[in-house]
């Protein structure tokens, strides 16, 4: 085998899947965009809400709110520990106060 062949200059076809979806999958993502992409988006919205006011209880602490005692925090933050870095970026991130509003035309 020729090294030269297999190296990074070499050109190889690659085929790709087709890049065009079903008429099937066109029509279910329409649909799902109808029905079911809005409550996505919310429950989106919920659970970062619950889950900042968890992180806040459990490791708050960290910014100077001891709610929880320390015994119960070390406990949990086996569990936390894979969250910490988006949950200190997300808490310390400059906000609006129309940032936790809903522009949803709610009936129109």
């Known amino acids: 085998m020729d090294p030269a ?11 790709f899947p087709s890049q065009r979806p079903s008429l ?19 429950a ?4 970062g809400a619950l889950e900042n006011v968890f992180l806040t209880v459990t490791l708050g602490d ?3 709110l001891p709610i929880l005692p320390p015994i119960y925090s070390l406990r949990l ?3 936390v520990v ?6 200190k970026k997300r808490v310390s991130r400059p906000r609006e ?12």
């Open 5 to 15: 062949a297999t190296g990074p200059g070499s050109h190889k076809s690659v085929e």
């Open 24 to 42: 099937r999958a066109r029509i279910r993502d329409f649909f799902y965009g109808m029905t079911g992409w809005e409550f996505e988006c919310q």
């Open 44 to 47: 989106r919205e919920m659970r």
């Open 62 to 64: 960290m910014l100077g």
């Open 77 to 79: 933050l086996p569990y």
């Open 82 to 87: 894979p969250n910490i870095a988006s949950w």
């Open 97 to 108: 106060l129309p940032d936790s509003e809903e522009y949803d035309l709610h009936g129109m």
